[in-house]
């Protein structure tokens, strides 16, 4: 079974450009979740979508992060403009009624310069 | 102050040593407890679940739950250079994975 897919790994782009992260969730989870981490801290949860519908966005920076998840399967996370302080892994999670964990794709490092 | 307070390290070991790493928390309402593994560049793994107060064990790994204290720990025996990662505790109010608040990580080092 494929793990949570997570594109591009590795970003690196200028103050104020916009950057995009997409993520593949484990077939039949129908949970799917952003996290952002800094360094040295763990996950924090930006948005929890059930199917296409985003259940908790109540930390996610709505004046320059926005997020969709069409269909219920994929989902993209987007930054625009982008500031330094949003240098971070950005993590998408899957996971289903029927599972007691959340399964972490690898992460999107994004270095904002 | 955070829910979850997990000590962040580094600690350092050598092989064959035991790893103790600790969280506290500040909600009683939370049930149920778990611990994550992250090798570098990696997202995390679920290592270890389990509910309330006890103890749980799986090979060479230890959960332990003291509620009455907000006060869990992961042991490790036997330290392999394997187990080198940073260790994340999870915590959750209700079953399933939907409402997780992690605690910072606790980066570990085993050298041989």
């Known amino acids: 079974e494929a793990g949570v897919v997570q594109s591009p790994r590795y970003k690196i782009i200028e103050k104020k450009q916009p950057v995009a992260f997409w993520c593949n969730p484990i077939?039949?989870?129908?949970?799917l979740y952003w996290y952002r981490q800094n360094l040295g801290q763990g996950p924090e949860l930006l948005i929890r979508?059930?199917?296409?519908?985003?259940?908790?966005d109540s930390q996610l920076p709505k004046d320059r992060f926005s997020a969709e998840r069409l269909k219920g399967v994929d989902s993209t996370l987007k930054i625009q403009p982008a500031e330094l302080g949003d240098s971070a892994v950005y993590l998408c999670?899957?996971?289903?009624?029927?599972?007691?964990?959340?399964?972490f794709g690898p992460g999107t490092r994004l270095t904002v310069l | 102050q955070k829910e979850v307070e997990q000590d962040p390290g580094p600690l350092s070991v050598p092989e064959g040593a035991i790893v103790s790493l600790n969280c506290t928390y500040s909600?009683?309402?939370?049930?149920?407890f778990m611990w994550y593994r992250q090798y570098s560049r990696k997202g995390p793994e679920l290592l270890m679940y389990?509910?309330?107060?006890g103890n749980k064990e799986d090979g060479r790994f230890t959960a332990q739950v003291d509620k009455s204290s907000k006060y869990i720990s992961l042991f490790i025996r036997d330290s392999q250079p394997s187990d080198s990662a940073t260790y994340l505790c999870?915590?959750?109010?209700?079953?399933?994975?939907?409402?997780?608040?992690f605690g910072q990580g606790t980066r570990l080092t085993i050298n041989p």
């Open positions: 999670a899957s996971s289903s009624w029927t599972t007691d964990t959340q399964y």
């Open positions: 077939s039949g989870h129908n949970t």
């Open positions: 979508y059930e199917n296409e519908e985003a259940v908790d």
């Open positions: 909600n009683s309402a939370f049930q149920y």
């Open positions: 389990t509910y309330s107060s």
């Open positions: 999870a915590m959750s109010q209700i079953q399933g994975a939907q409402k997780l608040v």
